[in-house]
């Protein structure tokens, strides 16, 4: 039985995302999401771009974005939601954690 992973990326994130494979040549790429110690909820979480899944990755398609996550971090993107701000003096890409009171900073992008 497959596990269920509800990690969520808005439509501005996914814009961002879709813009930068883009521009980069990147268009098969994936992003590939860890999630390391640190941040207010005991985690913080890095990204980057990668063209091809590593041996015991997850792959997931959210949002039409291909997302390869290592079996550490599988579990600790559950109800997480990659976002992407641009106003009030903040610009760029959050995970903001629908099960935690940290929203707005307890990430990393990278």
């Known amino acids: 039985m497959s596990e269920k992973i509800m990690f969520r990326i808005s439509d501005k994130a996914k814009l ?52 390869y996550v290592d079996p550490y971090s599988v579990s600790r993107l559950q109800d997480i939601e990659l976002d992407f701000l641009d106003g009030m003096g903040k610009t760029g890409f959050i995970f903001r954690n629908r099960s935690s009171a940290c929203n707005g900073g307890c990430g990393n992008f990278q």
């Open 16 to 67: 961002q995302l879709k813009d930068i494979m883009e521009r980069e040549g990147w268009v098969d790429f994936g992003l590939r999401i860890s999630a390391k110690g640190g941040g207010c909820s005991a985690l913080a979480y890095t990204v980057g771009f990668q063209e091809t899944a590593m041996e015991n990755d997850k792959i997931l398609e959210v949002n039409d974005i291909k997302i």
